[in-house]
Structures are given as structure tokens and as C-alpha cells.
């Protein structure tokens, strides 16, 4: 970390990548089908079963929401946003399944698009997040979804994104959009010695851009 003691959470919004986010441990157990989320039109999916599909997969779509509402005011449906990054080559959907979120074209969408400043980071190591959370940025990083209870033993690092949005020289606070509600969606405290077993140590980086005309 860096020598220089850092204080401070951004005030961002959040989102979970379901749109019922007490609902999202039932979901996730599977004891609940993510088709029967009560608020699954919110999501702009055109049924159930589309709904379905993309929420298991809509993590950097609630990252960006909530980046969209801290900066812009506004926080667009998660499956629309998804469906324009499939346009722009940031997902690749298959009929079984989706590749991405691929960070490069999301970047230059979420720069041309919404005007933020986007950058794609392949290697983003923890040390650099304070200061770049001092600066007034934002980090989507690449996790184990397991963060959420802080796994002793994660089988791999990432898969899963996360947005970090304040730090402590104890803390990384992230939010989590497949936390649960009992601590691990808002305002996640994730200790800098546990971060590594979780984090891939790459991400992208959102800041605010210049206002569109």
C-alpha cells in the first residue's frame, strides 16, 4: 500500500447484478430460480428466460450502473447495457453462454458512450488502488466470486467483477454485485492481506469524463 495513511469511500450507489438484491443468497443457493426474481423487468430483458441468462452474467453491467449514477445521474437497465457491449465487442454471446466482459472494447465504449474516462488495465496491482481512489476514480477489478465471504481457500483468482470505491491502510471497500445483505454488497470491507488471494490483479479503470454536449 502506500506510505501516505488513505481515508476515504466514494458516495456511489449501488447495484446488485439481480434486481432483487435481498434475493441475491436464495438466488445464488439455488433455492430460488433467477427467473422468478419478482423485479426481473426492471432488468430491460424481454422475458424471463432472457432475464436468466444475462443476470448470472451482469456483474460489470451493475459495476457500470453504479459508475453511471455516481457521475451521470442516470443508471440504464443492466440488460440493455449488456446488449449494447455485445455491439460494441465487449461481450460475445453464444446460445449457452457469453465471453467476456472484454475489457478493452468495454472501455472504449464506456469512453464513447457515456463519456467517462475508461481505461483497460491487463495488470493493475493492488498497491496502485488507493491512488488511484484518491484521484477521484473508480476500479472494476477482477475477484473470486467467493470474496463475498472472504474464502479461505478460492480455487482461482477472478471471474467475477467488483467495483472498488474507498480504501482504509486497512480495507479495500468495495461493492459487491453478488454480496449478500449481510455485509458484503455495500461498502464491503475486504482487508488488504485477504485481497490477494481473490484479486487477478487487472480490471478497468473509471473515472469522469467531460461533459457531452
Not at 16 to 28: K, N, R
Not at 74 to 81: H, I, Q, R, S, Y
Not at 128 to 152: N, Q
Request: aromatic share 10%.
Amino acid at each position: 500500500m502506500s506510505d501516505a495513511p488513505v481515508f476515504l469511500t466514494h458516495p456511489v450507489p449501488y447495484y446488485a447484478q439481480w434486481e432483487s438484491a435481498a434475493l441475491v443468497p436464495d438466488i445464488i443457493a439455488g433455492t430460488l430460480p433467477a427467473a422468478d426474481d419478482p423485479l426481473w423487468q426492471k432488468s430491460g430483458a424481454a422475458s424471463r428466460e432472457e432475464y436468466a441468462f444475462w443476470s448470472w452474467r451482469l456483474c460489470g453491467m451493475a459495476c457500470l450502473r453504479m459508475a453511471l449514477e455516481h457521475w451521470c445521474g442516470t443508471a440504464p437497465p443492466a440488460v440493455a447495457l449488456a446488449e449494447e457491449c455485445v455491439e460494441a465487442g465487449a461481450y460475445v454471446r453464444h446460445p449457452d453462454r457469453v465471453d467476456g466482459l472484454i475489457y478493452a472494447p468495454f472501455a472504449a465504449y464506456a469512453r464513447r458512450r457515456w463519456g467517462l474516462f475508461a481505461e483497460s488495465r491487463p495488470r493493475l496491482p493492488a498497491e496502485e488502488l488507493p491512488e488511484h481512489l484518491a484521484a477521484g476514480r473508480l476500479a472494476m477489478l477482477s475477484v473470486h466470486p467467493s470474496l463475498r465471504t472472504l474464502d479461505p481457500r478460492p480455487p482461482h483468482r477472478g471471474g467475477h467483477l467488483v467495483l472498488a470505491v474507498g480504501a482504509t491502510p486497512d480495507h479495500l471497500l468495495v461493492h459487491n454485485p453478488s454480496g449478500f445483505p449481510d455485509g458484503s454488497q455495500r461498502f464491503a470491507e475486504v482487508p488488504w492481506a485477504d485481497l490477494g488471494r481473490f484479486y487477478a490483479e487487472r480490471g478497468v479503470l473509471l473515472g469522469p469524463g467531460e461533459r457531452r454536449s
